[in-house]
């Protein structure tokens, strides 16, 4: 049994290169399950179990931040990391989101290893795959 | 002052191009006319210095190939046809945040915008050209031409 994660961007081309990258990461993974914002993030935690979620922070009707801070209030959820991806590289932004309550922060352009980093550090290590 | 200069717009592009897209580049010596097809992308940004834009400028068809290599596919399958536009946006996202960081430092806020890509037009082309900081006139391995420019 592998990790579930979720992706959220608005971008396609965007969560499609998160998925392949998280593939190539040597990750041991389930599912990854899209979304093109905050809002149907939310319906799919609603239905899904999630270990991780990813995210980027500018989206329509829901940005990246207001999804964390749904999940917050929300005991089913508040207890799903999720990890920011985003082209800002500024570690005054980065510190005000891990304040905010984000578990991590990719930056882009993004490697597998970032991935594969972030998921152990913040999940442990038992589900890594032979590859 | 910025600091930018072609070489930096030269090492972001290059280095963002390479780590996103696996697309090598060099700077283009034998620089040719436009082809008909072409695509710019221009995105704002704001620094505590300044504000501005930077700008991307490259044929449909070398869009097309930088989008199936984004996402490790044939440049010939179908669902990567209406992704060029898309590729070179998030390319000239990537570029953005990278200078960023590079000419102002990780500890300030840069402010980013939203790439917007735009069929190609050669007065507008030329107006950034001249008023740019910094221009430069790159080729990948095929010969592809790419112009990318940094103004304020």
């Given at each position: 049994?592998?990790?579930?994660?979720?992706?959220?961007?608005?971008?396609?081309?965007?969560?499609?290169?998160?998925?392949?990258?998280?593939?190539?990461?040597?990750?041991?993974?389930?599912?990854?399950?899209?979304?093109?914002?905050?809002?149907?993030?939310?319906?799919?935690?609603?239905?899904?179990?999630?270990?991780i979620?990813?995210?980027?922070?500018?989206?329509?009707?829901?940005?990246?931040?207001?999804?964390?801070?749904?999940?917050?209030?929300?005991?089913?959820?508040?207890?799903?990391?999720?990890?920011?991806?985003?082209?800002?590289?500024?570690?005054?932004?980065?510190?005000?989101?891990?304040?905010?309550?984000?578990?991590?922060?990719?930056?882009?352009?993004?490697?597998?290893?970032?991935?594969?980093?972030?998921?152990?550090?913040?999940?442990?290590?038992?589900?890594?795959?032979?590859? | 002052?910025?600091?930018?200069?072609?070489?930096i717009?030269?090492?972001?592009?290059?280095?963002?191009?390479?780590?996103?897209?696996?697309?090598?580049?060099?700077?283009?010596?034998?620089?040719?006319?436009?082809?008909?097809?072409?695509?710019?992308?221009?995105?704002?940004?704001?620094?505590?210095?300044s504000?501005?834009?930077?700008?991307?400028s490259?044929?449909?068809?070398?869009?097309?190939?930088?989008?199936?290599?984004?996402?490790?596919?044939?440049e010939?399958?179908?669902?990567?046809?209406?992704?060029?536009?898309?590729?070179?946006?998030?390319?000239?996202?990537?570029?953005?945040?990278?200078?960023?960081?590079?000419?102002?430092?990780?500890?300030?806020i840069?402010?980013?915008?939203?790439?917007?890509?735009?069929?190609?037009?050669?007065?507008q082309?030329?107006?950034?050209?001249?008023?740019?900081?910094?221009?430069?006139?790159?080729?990948?391995?095929?010969?592809?031409?790419?112009?990318?420019?940094?103004?304020?």
């Open positions: 049994m592998g990790y579930r994660i979720l992706v959220v961007d608005d971008s396609e081309i965007i969560r499609s290169v998160v998925k392949k990258t998280i593939n190539m990461s040597g990750l041991n993974v389930d599912v990854i399950f899209e979304a093109g914002d905050g809002v149907d993030a939310l319906d799919i935690l609603d239905t899904e179990w999630i270990d979620v990813f995210a980027d922070l500018n989206m329509p009707r829901m940005t990246g931040m207001e999804l964390v801070n749904s999940m917050a209030d929300d005991n089913l959820l508040d207890n799903i990391p999720v990890v920011i991806i985003s082209s800002e590289h500024s570690k005054v932004r980065i510190k005000e989101l891990m304040d905010q309550g984000i578990k991590a922060y990719i930056k882009k352009p993004f490697r597998p290893e970032n991935f594969k980093d972030i998921v152990v550090e913040v999940l442990g290590d038992m589900n890594m795959g032979g590859q | 002052m910025s600091g930018i200069s072609n070489e717009l030269f090492d972001v592009t290059k280095q963002v191009f390479e780590e996103a897209a696996f697309v090598f580049l060099e700077m283009n010596d034998e620089i040719e006319d436009w082809e008909e097809d072409m695509v710019q992308v221009i995105m704002s940004f704001q620094s505590p210095e504000e501005g834009r930077m700008v991307l490259a044929s449909n068809e070398f869009t097309i190939e930088l989008a199936a290599n984004m996402l490790g596919m044939d010939d399958d179908e669902t990567v046809l209406d992704k060029g536009k898309a590729a070179i946006g998030e390319i000239l996202n990537m570029i953005c945040g990278v200078m960023m960081e590079r000419l102002y430092g990780d500890e300030v840069c402010k980013l915008g939203l790439p917007e890509t735009q069929d190609f037009e050669v007065d082309f030329e107006e950034f050209k001249q008023t740019a900081e910094s221009y430069i006139s790159l080729a990948e391995e095929m010969g592809a031409r790419i112009d990318a420019a940094f103004i304020i």
